[in-house]
């Protein structure tokens, strides 16, 4: 049985793309707390994400005890002190300056895992290229951060850290995959350009825009 398509008119692609532009890695929150029914909505708008097979692999932790929430910051300072010592002379004072993860303010906190060996979909679209379940669960992420940036929440993307740590301290089963580590709650501020070009580290090009014919 089909169903109409709602009509997307102008001032609503217009209010998407503003969404689009205003979707920034947040990592300066401040420690005010964020209504549970307020998550639940948008964990439940995250689940309409796209997945290979209809697989719906992503498995969302929230982390909430304080020994968990330690356990990942001490993973984040080691690893972020180890990539400081690997940069070049002439950037580390600038690497240093960097506020790259909001692990001590945001007030919730979420371990995504990808589910590598879920039965959902009976194995459909991924059989050559199985890493597609982890893409799936990279779509409900980003459905996630466009659903909170709408309602005024900023989320960051801690990837400076030691995965089988992260792992390990959340006690999560041998068969979730740690993908992204998000830091959700009020920005501080809000920017439509990103912190990194705004602080001189690496300014937007259009690489990605070039399209290759064969």
Not at 37 to 66: C, E, T
Not at 70 to 99: H, I, T, W
Request: with cysteine; proline share 5%.
């Amino acid at each position: 049985m089909t169903s109409p398509a709602p009509h997307f008119d102008d001032a609503f692609r217009g209010t998407l793309e503003q969404l689009l532009v205003w979707r920034r890695d947040v990592r300066h929150f401040r420690t005010d707390s964020v209504p549970a029914a307020l998550i639940d909505r948008l964990l439940d708008l995250a689940q309409l994400s796209p997945s290979v097979g209809n697989s719906q692999p992503w498995r969302w932790i929230d982390v909430r005890s304080n020994e968990a929430r330690s356990a990942v910051r001490e993973s984040f300072l080691r690893c972020n002190a180890e990539a400081l010592a690997m940069q070049p002379a002439d950037r580390r004072g600038l690497y240093a300056r960097l506020k790259l993860a909001g692990l001590e303010a945001a007030p919730r906190q979420f371990a995504v895992c990808c589910e590598t060996e879920t039965g959902q979909g009976h194995g459909l679209g991924r059989r050559t290229m199985p890493e597609m379940l982890e893409y799936s669960a990279v779509s409900s992420i980003f459905t996630f951060w466009l659903a909170a940036r709408s309602v005024g929440l900023g989320v960051g993307w801690v990837s400076i850290l030691d995965r089988a740590e992260v792992e390990a301290a959340l006690h999560l089963p041998t068969t979730y995959r740690l993908v992204a580590y998000l830091c959700v709650g009020w920005p501080q501020e809000d920017h439509a350009d990103p912190e990194l070009e705004r602080l001189g580290w690496q300014e937007r090009t259009s690489a990605g825009r070039q399209i290759l014919l064969r």
